[in-house]
C-alpha cells in the first residue's frame, strides 16, 4: 500500500468576535485556508505558527494566547497527492493584519458564507466543525 507523502504544518483558527473566521488564499490558489504554513527545523507547532502569521498577516511574533486545539489530519489542498500533518490552536483576534508573503487574500467569513467558499479540506473537515462547537450551534 502506497502512503501519501505527509507535510507538518501548523495553523491558526482565528475567529472574531462576530462569530467570523479569517480564512486566507495563497497567491496562485484557488482555495481558502486558515493562516499557518510548514515546520521548519527544530520548531514545535506554536513556534512555527508565530512565524507564519508574522510573515503573511505581519502579527507580532509571540505564541501568548495561542490555545492548542489539536493535531488533525487531511487531504493537502494545494500539493496533489499530500496530506497535511497539523497542529492547530486558537489564536487571539489582532486588530490589523497585513497581506504579505505568499498570501494573495484574506478574509473574515462566517460559517455559512466560509461554506460557499472552495476550502481546505482541514479547514472543512476539522476546523469548521470546531467553530460551530464553539459558537454554540
Known amino acids: 500500500m502506497l502512503t501519501a507523502p505527509?507535510?507538518?504544518?501548523?495553523?491558526g483558527l482565528i475567529v472574531d468576535d462576530a462569530g467570523r473566521m479569517l480564512?486566507?488564499?495563497?497567491r496562485g490558489t484557488t482555495v481558502f485556508m486558515q493562516p499557518g504554513g510548514k515546520l521548519e527545523p527544530g520548531e514545535d507547532g506554536a513556534q512555527a505558527l508565530a512565524r507564519e502569521l508574522n510573515e503573511e498577516l505581519g502579527l507580532p511574533v509571540s505564541t501568548l494566547g495561542y490555545e492548542f486545539l489539536g493535531r488533525f489530519d487531511a487531504a493537502a489542498a494545494n500539493e496533489a497527492?499530500?496530506?497535511v500533518d497539523a497542529d492547530?490552536?486558537?489564536v487571539p483576534t489582532p486588530r490589523d493584519i497585513a497581506v504579505?508573503?505568499?498570501i494573495e487574500?484574506?478574509?473574515w467569513a462566517d460559517v455559512e458564507e466560509a461554506r460557499a467558499l472552495p476550502l481546505?479540506?482541514?479547514?472543512?473537515?476539522?476546523l469548521i466543525p470546531i467553530v460551530v462547537?464553539?459558537?454554540g450551534g
Open 88 to 90: 492547530v490552536f486558537a
Open 6 to 11: 505527509v507535510i507538518r504544518i501548523a495553523a
Open 81 to 83: 497527492g499530500h496530506r
Open 23 to 26: 480564512l486566507v488564499r495563497k
Open 100 to 102: 504579505a508573503a505568499e
Open 105 to 107: 487574500e484574506a478574509l
Open 120 to 126: 481546505a479540506p482541514l479547514t472543512l473537515d476539522h
Open 133 to 135: 462547537t464553539r459558537l
